[in-house]
């Protein structure tokens, strides 16, 4: 019961993400903010700081001729949610999912 309860603070707590239509990826990318990149109709990556905070930049390839790829979806709240998890290979190996705009851990968050 305690555990399902921090579960839930853990994932009210986690802050919002926006998200944003470019052409080409900005030099300096804000913080909490995901990046669509492409023409709208054809987007080809989503890029977005680490949540960890390890300030490295996640890119995720949309285009399915290319592996991995990944799809992303907004729902009629205006919440984005990508799919699948993402996992990075370096760096701080973390492993999320983005789900509603929010980054939910999987594996534990240790900060
Ligand atoms: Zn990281």
């Not at 944003?20 to 990046?35: A, F, G, Q």
């Not at 799809?71 to 998890?85: A, E, H, L, Q, V």
């Amino acid at each position: 019961m305690r555990y399902w309860c921090q579960k839930i603070i853990a994932r009210w707590l986690q802050p919002k993400y926006n998200f944003s239509y470019v052409v080409d990826l900005p030099n300096n990318i804000k913080n909490r903010n995901i990046y669509i990149v492409g023409e709208k109709e054809y987007p080809w990556l989503i890029a977005f700081n680490c949540p960890c905070g390890c300030k490295n930049i996640v890119q995720l390839n949309l285009l399915k001729e290319a592996d991995p790829c990944w799809t992303f979806k907004i729902n009629k709240n205006g919440k984005i949610n990508i799919f699948p998890s993402v996992w990075r290979t370096r760096g701080c190996k973390r492993h999320f999912v983005v789900r509603k705009s929010k980054i939910i851990w999987i594996g534990g968050y240790k900060g």
